[in-house]
């Protein structure tokens, strides 16, 4: 991890186009602005966490919900 002392008003540059400013320095807290390209997505780290977790539990499946959706499709498919 790089470790940079930085003051409000002083950024940093990561790659040719993303560019974090500290905007200010308030109670013990630090606020940032990033400029990074549109197509590029930034989320706060908890935000980012949650989203890898609901991706995940996505994933998981029931093997009796497969059975059912199973039955679902074939009755359909007996209908027509």
Do not use: C, Y
């Not at 008003?9 to 807290?29: A, M, R, S």
């Not at 499946?61 to 009755?75: K, P």
């Amino acid at each position: 991890m790089l470790v940079l002392t930085r003051k409000a008003g002083e950024g940093i540059i990561i790659g040719d186009d993303i560019k974090i400013t500290v905007v200010e320095l308030k109670g013990g807290g630090v606020r940032i602005g990033i400029d990074a390209p549109r197509e590029m997505k930034v989320h706060r780290q908890e935000v980012f966490e949650k989203i890898k977790q609901e991706n995940k539990e996505a994933t998981q499946w029931n093997i009796a919900d497969l059975n059912e959706l199973s039955t679902l499709l074939n009755a359909g498919r007996k209908e027509k």
